[in-house]
């Protein structure tokens, strides 16, 4: 790393994407310092905001610090830093079931009885995720717990790549969240929005969802103009 000079440009850390050494301010995220160096297109992007899991890389330090998988639009670049990027292929989910339960889980993913307990899905998660205790809560039917593991997965499909035993956790765990969704009582749900809603409410809903196109369209450049709706 050059050091701070007496200047006050920022200090530059030197990385290699794919194999190629690039000059990084320290501080910015790998994909900030691709944009710089005009080598967008190295790693794909989606929200660059933590969100999507398009930008799954792997990291290696040739002086030993430990590497691991990351986010290329978070992780910010260290002296030394070796990337690669990872794209995970995107897998089918199948689809949700009502009221879920260990079985109806088996049924769907014999995979779940594979796990060996080596943790790599919970290393390689960007988010935090206990991936593997979640994989063990859904052998033993604790879906409503597995639900909440699984709340902050963007889908970054890591936690399926590194596990060599191919149990597909976040497909799991998306799978159990749906089903549990499926199954709400949505005529309860119907209830309380109707007790709570005003007139006005009822009506703006009646005329969204009943209205021709062209009036949604003179209302909307109506309320865009006045503010208020017609
Ligand atoms: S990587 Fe696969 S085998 Fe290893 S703990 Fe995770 S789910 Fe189990
Ligand atoms: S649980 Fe898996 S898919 Fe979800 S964020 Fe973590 S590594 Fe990515
Ligand atoms: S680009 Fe969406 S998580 Fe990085």
């Known amino acids: 790393m050059k050091p701070d000079s007496e200047s006050m440009e920022p200090k530059t850390v030197e990385i290699t994407v794919a ?25 794909q992007t989606g929200c660059v905001g ?13 002086d030993g610090r430990r590497g691991g998988t990351d986010l ?19 897998l089918a989910s199948p689809p949700p079931v ?3 339960d260990e079985d109806k889980l088996r049924a769907e993913f014999p995979t779940v009885d594979r796990c060996t307990k080596c943790d790599n899905c919970t290393i390689a998660c960007p988010m935090g995720i206990p991936v593997m205790d979640s994989v063990l809560r859904m052998q033993k039917g604790q879906l409503e717990a597995v639900a909440e593991d699984f709340t902050t997965c963007i889908h970054c499909g890591l936690c399926r790549a ?11 765990g998306i799978w159990v969240r749906r089903s549990l969704g ?17 007139d006005q409410e009822e009506q703006e809903w009646e005329h969204l969802l009943n209205c021709d196109d062209q009036e949604r369209l003179q209302r909307a450049k109506a309320f865009r103009k006045e503010g208020i709706i017609a």
């Open 162 to 172: 590194v596990c060599e035993d191919k149990v597909l956790p976040h497909t799991m």
């Open 182 to 198: 499926l199954s709400v009582d949505h005529p309860a749900l119907d209830q309380t929005r109707e007790a709570t809603m005003s």
């Open 19 to 43: 194999g190629k050494a690039i000059q990084a301010r320290e501080g910015e995220t790998i994909i900030h310092a691709l944009w710089q160096a005009g080598r967008g297109h190295d790693i």
């Open 98 to 100: 009502s009221d879920p």
């Open 50 to 62: 933590g969100v999507c899991g398009a930008c799954t890389v792997t990291l290696r330090f040739k």
């Open 72 to 90: 290329a639009c978070l992780r910010p670049v260290e002296e030394g830093m070796e990337v690669f990027p990872f794209p995970v292929d995107a």
